[in-house]
Each structure stands twice: as structure tokens, then as C-alpha cells.
């Protein structure tokens, strides 16, 4: 079959790869018929390859048809069942996932990494499980994890559930906006988006301000009804999180937002330093590239910080953003002096599948969720659209590839 494979720092390629198969009674093979290119990819693309090996396959938003299913999956699906399937892989009956924590699951936890469950398509921190930008797919834990739709309408409709629409909608909630409250979205890429919109149409807040420095990705915010802070009219650029926190306060009455979702996370913009530094130890091979990101890794924390700084006192810092870093420094007077509460995580996909699931399905599109990606393309075109979305260009906000 052919699958999307890291070769290297900026370097994937569509390869021949052998077929997946049934290797655990709790296995299913998905013919792939959507997969998206998500924020967290590019990651992998320029910081995280010293946990790659060449020849790894990519990807875990994705949806498709069954094609096989183990025997111990059949009391769940079905050969021609139609699913999405969330990018973290969970059993559905250890002690984590009895209480929602899917991201933890003790049955697919990688203890040796001292990391949480297992992920489609992620590295050797978390299982190395080949991923979904493929033509199929070997989807282990089946028996809980791939989550039946509808046959009739678009993919784009269900596929976001995979990981996306969920990440921005347990933002919104770890956010705990109170009534009637503000909420600020640091980062309008496709979660800030759909952060956006969830908040205000299931009404989670009163108020939404939306930041970045892309004038697209403002206006889209701003079409679905947030206000806007562009980082560009910031003193700084948008470099200086204080300035940035000024920035809101002053939106704000003096106070701050009461609540804030920061959706950017590792590769934020407004540190070269720490952006020099992280190329560099991207570069090392794995053996060397392990340990310095393991022991001395660092992030570009602009958005954090900006969070920290733009959030009210005893408000709500909510991280979606992926971070790595091991060494980073945190403004810890600034964060106790105003006693702000803060949540972060993996996203616990099938906490949230069924109220989100029948959001999805609603006659109406509340969310825009068919309109969201700004590229369909092949997969064989996939190459080309990691570097498009990574660097921002043709107004990319969303890629969509068709095995």
C-alpha cells in the first residue's frame, strides 16, 4: 500500500509499505478514505525526529471502511461499518479509562517512556504504532476505540472527531469559563478555530477574542463571531508577552480574560533563541537528539507566557498546545501572585465523542466542520502540503488527503 513516511528533519515521502495486518484478537483493519495533516504533525516534521526511524508512517486523524476485524473486536464492529477513529488508542476498561482518562489507559501506556497511551502515528515515546496517512490501517484495541457513523454524508462531517474538534472542545471545557465570561484563544489554527466556534455556539462563553499574527486565520475567527487581537498591532510583534497581556486587558476593562485556551504550543512564534536552539538539537541524530530533548529540551513559550500574562487574576490558563520541553522556564510569581488554575493534556478523545458526535450530526453544519479544510488533496500530494502548512502559505488552515 502506499503511506506517508518520515525520512528525516523536513523530509516525508509517499512510499510503498507493506500491508497492515490482524496481529491482536482486539485488531481491525481501516481502509482509509480521509486523513488530515494536524498541527501536532508538523512536530514530528521539524523537532520531535529523534524519536522517528525512516520508514515510519505518519498521521492519526483519520476515518475509513473496515475492512477486517480481530475476534474480539467483532462485538463491535463489523466488516463495512463506516468510523472515525481517535488518535489515541484506548482499551475502554483498565482503571483510567473507567474514569475518562482514555489519554492515560493503562492497557496501551507506555511505562518504559515514562509516557501516557499509545498514539497513532507518534514516535517511539508513544508506541509507535504506524499511522493514518495510508491507505489502511491496522487499528489495535478495535473492540472500544473506532466509533461508528453514519454512511451518508461528507467525511469531513466525522473527521475532525479524531482528534481536533475534541482537543478544542476539552480546551473550551478545562477553560471553565464562567457565566457570562470572557474567553481568549491564543492560536487560530484549526483547533483555535474550532475553539472558537464551540464556545460560542454551544455557549460556553459570552465573549471570545481570538489572537494570532495570520490576517486568514483572524478573519475566519472573526466571521464566526470572536473579536480579534492581531499580534502584528502589538507592540513587539506580538514578541513580548506582557505587551500582549496589556493587549487584553485593555479589551478587557483593566481585568484580564477570565479564561484562556492556548492552542499554539511547542513552535510558537517570538523566541529565535529558543528557535535556533531547538533546530539544532532537531538536527542531532537520534542517539544524541533522545537525551537532549529528554533531559534539556526547551519550547518557544511565547504563547504560554502570553497566556499567563493576558489571563485574569484567579482566572483559567486551559493548554491544548503540545509541549516537550523538560527545562522550561515558567513565570512562577506572575502564575502564584494572581492565583490562576491551569489544565493541560492529551486530549480523552471518547470522553467527548457523543456530545460532539451528535453536534456532527445535526442537519446543520453548527460548526462549519465541512468547510474547515482549505486543501483537499491526494494523498501523493502530501509532501508538498506539510511544507504549505507548516510555513502558512495559500492560506492553508487545514489539509484533507484522499488515499
Not at 512562577?332 to 470522553?351: L, N, P, S, Y
Request: aromatic share 6%; with cysteine.
Amino acid at each position: 500500500m502506499r503511506a506517508l513516511t518520515w525520512q528525516g528533519n523536513s523530509d516525508v515521502r509517499v512510499e510503498d509499505v507493506p500491508d497492515p495486518t490482524i496481529q491482536q484478537p482486539t485488531d481491525a483493519i481501516v481502509r482509509v478514505t480521509s486523513t488530515a495533516i494536524c498541527g501536532s504533525d508538523l512536530h514530528l516534521y521539524s523537532v520531535l525526529g529523534a524519536f522517528l526511524h525512516p520508514g515510519d508512517v505518519l498521521g492519526h486523524e483519520f476515518m475509513g471502511i473496515v475492512e477486517e476485524v480481530g475476534p474480539e473486536a467483532a462485538g463491535h464492529l463489523s466488516v463495512g461499518d463506516r468510523v472515525v477513529v481517535p488518535f489515541n488508542i484506548s482499551c475502554g476498561h483498565c482503571w483510567m479509562c473507567s474514569r475518562g482518562l482514555f489519554a492515560q489507559c493503562e492497557t496501551t501506556q507506555n511505562t518504559k517512556q515514562g509516557k501516557g497511551a499509545s498514539l497513532f502515528g507518534y514516535t517511539d515515546l508513544y508506541g509507535a504504532v504506524p499511522g493514518g496517512q495510508a491507505e489502511y490501517v491496522r487499528v489495535p484495541q478495535a473492540q472500544f476505540g473506532p466509533v461508528k457513523v453514519p454512511h451518508e454524508g461528507a467525511d469531513e462531517r466525522y473527521l475532525y472527531l479524531s482528534d481536533i474538534l475534541p482537543t478544542a472542545w476539552q480546551g473550551v471545557k478545562y477553560a471553565n469559563v464562567p457565566d457570562g465570561g470572557t474567553l481568549a484563544v491564543m492560536g487560530l489554527g484549526p483547533v483555535g478555530q474550532l475553539a472558537v466556534r464551540s464556545a460560542l455556539k454551544l455557549g460556553e462563553a459570552s465573549r471570545v477574542i481570538g489572537v494570532d499574527l495570520v490576517p486568514e486565520r483572524l478573519e475566519t475567527a472573526k466571521a464566526w463571531g470572536a473579536e480579534v487581537l492581531d499580534l502584528r498591532d502589538v507592540d513587539g510583534g506580538g514578541r513580548d508577552p506582557q505587551k500582549v497581556g496589556e493587549a487584553i486587558r485593555e479589551m478587557t476593562g483593566g481585568r484580564g480574560a477570565d479564561s484562556v485556551l492556548e492552542a499554539v504550543g511547542m513552535e510558537a512564534h517570538g523566541n529565535p533563541v529558543a528557535h535556533k536552539a531547538i533546530s539544532a538539537v532537531a538536527h542531532l541524530p537520534g542517539p544524541l537528539g533522545r537525551p537532549a530533548i529528554e533531559k534539556a529540551g526547551i519550547d518557544r513559550l511565547a504563547a504560554l507566557h502570553s497566556s499567563i500574562e493576558a489571563v485574569r487574576r484567579g482566572g483559567t490558563v486551559s493548554v491544548s498546545g503540545v509541549y516537550g520541553g523538560m527545562v522550561d522556564p515558567m513565570p512562577m510569581m506572575t502564575m502564584f501572585d494572581k492565583g490562576i488554575a491551569m489544565r493541560m493534556g492529551q486530549c480523552h478523545v471518547k470522553q467527548w465523542t457523543q456530545e460532539l458526535f451528535d453536534v456532527a450530526n445535526r442537519s446543520e453544519d453548527l460548526l462549519g466542520l465541512e468547510q474547515l479544510a482549505t486543501h483537499r488533496v491526494s494523498l501523493e500530494e502530501a509532501p508538498a502540503m506539510y511544507e504549505v502548512f507548516q510555513k502558512k502559505q495559500d492560506n492553508c488552515l487545514k489539509v484533507v488527503l484522499k488515499p
